[in-house]
T-cell receptor, first 114, second 109 residues
Framework: DAGVTQSPTHLIKTRGQQVTLRCSPK?????VSWYQQALGQGPQFIFQ???????QRGNFPDRFSGHQFPNYSSELNVNALWLGDSALYLC?????????????FGPGTRLLVL | RKEVEQDPGPFNVPEGATVAFNCTYS??????FFWYRQDCRKEPKLLMS???SGNEDGRFTAQLNRASQYISLLIRDSKLSDSATYLC??????????FGKGTRLHILP
């Protein structure tokens, strides 16, 4: 039973560039949430996807966008990167948005913006 | 008041001791609560859910106090392997998952 997978594991970009991060949910899960975790902080909720739609969104600018595919995998896109976007980006999957289901996290993508 | 607050620590505790930390939340309508553990440079992993009646899993006990709006985690007979950051997670009614900043725990030999 494959867990949550994310790619790439590490990424280095420069200011102004765009980045796409990918996530495949745990088998049997249909909901994907994305989080940003800066050094020394807890994960901050970016948004959640269910049935290929963004269902919930945290306090992140429109530069952060996403997509969910029919196979439930998801992408996080960040445009016009800032230095402050450097962080660990975590994907978590669960079953059924709107229910109090446990989230399982992937290993994350470490993004460094220079 | 922040939505979810935790003492960042670090808590430096000798091996074998008991340690407890709390997490306070601001939204009284919050529906579910969890403790996650995060090792250095790793992803968070679910430690335990927190039920209204409290729950225990081996050396770990979690409790919820709705009146005072906090949850607690108690670790008995602490092991070196318990060293980690413990993240409090609150799921308000609108289903946005809110993490605390975490409490760092160092178990000393």
């Amino acid at each position: 039973d494959a867990g949550v997978t994310q790619s790439p594991t590490h990424l280095i970009k420069t200011r102004g560039q765009q980045v796409t991060l990918r996530c495949s949910p745990k088998s049997g899960h249909d909901t994907v949430s994305w989080y940003q975790q800066a050094l020394g902080q807890g994960p901050q909720f970016i948004f959640q996807y269910y049935e290929e739609e963004e269902r919930q969104r945290g306090n992140f600018p429109d530069r952060f966008s996403g997509h969910q595919f029919p196979n439930y995998s998801s992408e996080l896109n960040v445009n016009a990167l800032w230095l402050g976007d450097s962080a660990l980006y975590l994907c978590a999957s669960s079953r059924g948005a709107g229910r109090q289901e446990t989230q399982y996290f992937g290993p994350g993508t470490r993004l460094l913006v220079l | 008041r922040k939505e979810v607050e935790q003492d960042p620590g670090p808590f430096n505790v000798p091996e074998g001791a008991t340690v407890a930390f709390n997490c306070t939340y601001s939204n009284s309508a919050s529906q579910s609560f969890f403790w996650y553990r995060q090792d250095c440079r790793k992803e968070p992993k679910l430690l335990m859910s927190v039920y209204s009646s409290g729950n225990e899993d081996g050396r770990f006990t979690a409790q919820l106090n709705r009146a005072s709006q906090y949850i607690s985690l108690l670790i008995r007979d602490s092991k070196l392997s318990d060293s980690a950051t413990y993240l409090c997670v609150v799921n308000p009614r609108d289903d946005k998952i809110i993490f605390g900043k975490g409490t760092r725990l160092h178990i000393l030999p």
